[in-house]
């Protein structure tokens, strides 16, 4: 039964792919053609860009369709567009060079070429092989003698049916067909996805290309992140050795003044043993900011949602935090994570003047999306120095990136997401 | 009074045993994790639990929720909960059950013995104990908005001691003035916030509190 309903199915987007990749191939390639002419003219730098989006959507759908239908799965070749296009005409030429420069764009239209010949030629076996055994039915049945008494000789396959036992050989040919269907129907619809992919799915070279892009990249964060996290052991330092030791060493001399003063001036002793303990305390208190910073505590006992939670509580403006997270991420995307929290925050109250600001966390699709959004007056920048741009190197890092909307006059929306699995 | 107390660490776990002892408290069980303190808790049934909200095997917040959930269990359950650090949050999720008889104070509260001894002893006796940066943290919230930012900075000083859970008398020693004036102060403040007046020292509180952290 499924067997069946599976043919059916594969007839049925077979029907669909031979009608598409005539229409669609055919318009599209014979577009692309002209407005690639036309570039020449001038008018085709206007068209080009366009036609040829329309040209990957096209591809795109036919190469989703291949993974969802045939389990095909076809990656996409195409090259980043960089994300600093100029607007206006000179964009336009831009775009369009860069377009053309792509090899993924010759061999889409390659396969424009290829599929509404050998590809439509392939994919129209599945419709007919159900549809044609139908006809051989129909014929037995008796609409053969009309159409022979009309005169018109009827061929059924390799069939010439000019009487009832032809007609009854026609029939059995079908039903011999409508077999193969259930065997191969399936495999007919692959089989035109399998031959997408040979143009559709990246070169060697492109792959070669691309992961050297990515190497680019993963070296630069990786220079990065060894280079914050060296600042960072270098503040601590600090921080520990004008901090915490000096508040030690003076509790220590104190301590020694005490067992001094002691007998001979008790009152003194007294007065010293309170400034000690205030050193201690004061000693805690710096440690406790500087553990805040380096891992906050609320993070490693909570997770993130009741870490950030936390720290909107400790905003000075109403802060509304949404999380959805059903489970906890890895502990050094947390930590990141938060952290960018708290500087988009801070950024939030401090710059933006902001009176109302809205959290959202949230994990799909292998990805931690966060949002924070402020009713400030906007105008950030993600330039070079300041805290936004660290936050992005460090979320680099993860392979996460970061945005900022901020129109001058407000609101700012900086959004966060970094791919990651919850646990 | 009987005292179940829960600290991993054993230099502080000690230290706070000693102190206790030095001030006539009863100690039912000093543990070091979370499941030993569930079992002291439901077993033992001290008058007063001190507890460190951090504690093995998980080194979460386990102390908190095993303190969380004996006062499920037995509501009203004094537990007075320790911390490196001090998060509105969980003083939020203390003080949710309206009972009272919570503390929630940093870890170096115990360097001052006296303060300490009676934080313990106010939480026993169904009080509360907040910590001043808890309640610096609240308050802060609220430096212009009204009626909070039309309170004289006396009557600020008086809320904020009065907020920690401290009683008419310990604010007026506090403060060096009688405890009259104090009194007049607290009635100034209800009625400038809108809260209806108690006698109940406990109720006040968590009157207080809850208004310090409506609206976030």
Known sequence: ?423 | MRVVLAEDLFLLRDGLVRMLEAFDFEIAAAVETGPELTKALTELRPDVAVVDVRLPPSHTDEGLQCALAARRARPGLPVLVLSQHVEQLYARELLADGNGGVGYLLKDRVFDAEQFIDAVRRVAAGGTAMDPTVIQQLLSRHTTDEPLGALTPREREVLELMAQGRSNAAIAAQLVVTERAIAKHTSNIFAKLGLPVSDDDNRRVLAVLAYLDQGH
Not at chain 1, 181 to 206: D, E, I, Q
Not at chain 1, 313 to 329: I, Y
Request: charged share 20%; hydrophobic share 50%.
């Open chain 1, 1 to 423: 039964m499924t067997r069946l309903r599976n043919t059916l199915i594969a007839g049925t987007r077979g029907l669909y792919l031979a009608i598409v990749s005539l229409a669609g191939s055919i318009t599209l390639f014979v577009f692309s053609v002209l407005s690639i002419a036309f570039i020449l003219l001038g008018i085709g730098v206007l068209t080009t860009p366009a036609v040829l989006t329309a040209v990957r959507k096209y591809a795109n759908l036919r190469r989703v369709q291949a993974g969802e239908w045939s389990d095909v799965h076809i990656p996409v070749p195409y090259r980043k567009r960089p994300a600093d296009l100029r607007s206006g005409v000179t964009g336009q030429v831009e775009r369009c060079s860069l377009l053309l420069k792509d090899p993924a764009t010759w061999r889409d239209l390659q396969w424009l070429l290829v599929d509404m010949t050998a590809g439509f030629v392939v994919v129209i076996f599945a419709p007919a092989l159900v549809l044609y055994p139908v006809y051989g039915w129909v014929l037995a049945l008796g609409v053969w003698k009309p159409i022979y008494n009309a005169g018109g000789g009827e061929w059924y396959g390799f069939i010439h049916v000019n009487s009832q036992m032809a007609a009854n050989g026609a029939a059995a040919l079908g039903t011999a067909l409508a077999v193969l269907a259930l065997f191969v129907n399936p495999a007919v619809v692959r089989g035109h996805f399998l031959l997408a992919r040979t143009l559709l799915a990246p070169t060697a070279s492109m792959r070669e290309r691309a992961l050297a892009q990515r190497v680019d990249r993963l070296e630069e964060t990786r220079y990065d992140a060894v280079d914050t996290s060296a600042a960072e052991l270098r503040r601590i330092e600090r921080d520990l050795h004008d901090g915490a030791q000096a508040r030690l060493v003076a509790m220590g001399m104190d301590l020694g003044t005490i067992e001094a003063l002691v007998e001979k001036d008790p009152a003194k002793a007294k007065e010293m043993i309170a400034k000690a303990r205030q050193n201690s305390g004061e000693a805690l208190t710096e440690l406790r900011d500087l553990v805040r910073g380096i891992h906050p505590p609320v993070l490693a006992e909570r997770g993130l949602g009741d870490a950030v939670k936390a720290l909107a509580l400790r905003l000075p403006v109403p802060t509304e935090v949404d999380v959805d997270l059903p489970g906890r991420a890895e502990e050094p995307v947390e930590a990141a994570a938060y952290f960018a929290v708290s500087e988009a925050l801070t950024n939030a109250v401090k710059y933006a003047e902001a009176d109302r600001v809205w959290v959202d966390v949230h994990h799909e699709q292998g990805m931690l999306r966060i949002a924070v959004t402020d009713n400030g007056k906007g105008g950030a920048v993600l330039g070079a120095g300041s805290g936004l741009s660290g936050i992005e190197r460090r979320l680099g890092t993860f392979d996460g990136v970061l945005a900022v909307s901020s129109p001058v006059g407000g609101p700012t929306m900086v959004t966060m997401e970094i791919p990651c699995e919850l646990s």
